[in-house]
């Protein structure tokens, strides 16, 4: 005999103070539980999200808990999962808002694992994996399996460009600002130009860097070869060097802010 895993609703958000505006999962997540917990609430059939449902519909977003629960088998998954999609394609609204928002748990789980620099702000980053998701919405062909896997994907996606670039700029900026230290220590000048190579050799010497990583930044970075390539290479994903490239920018950003740090609160010479 199953046991029955029944979940209880989530409780409708607390409302914003003075000078407080929602983030756009927020605001998402009004609009969803506005449809779920209105004076006719949007509902969908219990039993392909619950194998012994106390009713026959649920409203959307005690379907949305019962989804997200451990114990709600991957069967049940695909079959909410494949109604949600169809509902979203075929009928439109507002079934659209609520296949996105039924991805909300995961997107949450998504952006608390990612790192980023202070300037992103985390509402950027959910927009991105809204825009992500939704698109994905609109292209994913219908009755494909695990469509609730390409609606992940694209947001990951999105959300990894965006983290990826904002990263970018942090180290290019700590990069420029490390290359006229290097310089003024080291008295080069004249019609020398400045060179981020010499950046990453120091780096290097001084063991912030193995020689791979470095390699890895000048020829992805200053020399524009294609991630793919190197991937291919060291038999690894494209997405593992990603990573890995990013690591080392992020270990090498923060060696020369220190260092920098350190020379501005020098007494001058």
Same mark, same amino acid.
């Given at each position: ?16 103070? !003075?000078?407080?505006? =929602?983030?756009? &999962? $927020?605001?998402? /997540?009004?609009?969803?539980? *506005? %449809? #779920? ?75 608390? !694992?990612?790192?980023? =620099?202070?300037? &992103? $702000?985390?509402? /950027?980053?959910?927009?991105? *994996? %809204? #825009? ?138």
């Amino acid at each position: 005999m199953q046991h029955r895993h029944l979940v209880r609703r989530p409780a409708s958000p607390a409302p914003y103070g !003075r000078g407080q505006s =929602p983030s756009p &999962l $927020e605001e998402l /997540e009004r609009a969803f539980l *506005a %449809l #779920a917990q209105g004076p006719a609430p949007l509902t969908f059939p219990a039993h392909l999200v619950c194998e012994e449902p106390d009713r026959e519909f649920w409203p959307v977003d005690r379907v949305r808990a019962q989804l997200a629960h451990p114990s709600t088998s991957a069967e049940l998954r695909e079959r909410t999962w494949q109604e949600v999609v169809r509902r979203a394609r075929r009928l439109g609204a507002p079934w659209d808002v609520v296949a996105v928002a039924m991805s909300v748990p995961v997107l949450r789980r998504m952006l608390a !694992r990612l790192r980023r =620099p202070q300037h &992103l $702000e985390r509402a /950027e980053m959910e927009q991105e *994996a %809204l #825009a992500g998701v939704a698109s994905a919405l609109r292209a994913v062909e219908l009755g494909v399996e695990r469509p609730d896997r390409e609606l992940f994907r694209a947001a990951d996606r999105a959300v990894h460009r965006l983290v990826y670039a904002a990263w970018r700029q942090v180290n290019r900026e700590a990069a420029f600002e490390a290359v006229e230290f290097v310089d003024a220590r080291s008295g080069v000048g004249g019609d020398e130009a400045p060179s981020e190579l010499t950046v990453l050799a120091q780096a290097v010497q001084l063991r912030v860097l193995d020689v791979a990583e470095a390699r890895l930044i000048a020829r992805t970075r200053l020399a524009g070869e294609p991630m793919s390539r190197l991937a291919v290479e060291r038999g690894v994903s494209v997405r593992q060097l990603y990573r890995h490239r990013n690591a080392a920018e992020e270990h090498l950003a923060a060696h020369l802010r220190h260092r920098l740090a350190g020379r501005r609160t020098r007494p001058s010479e």
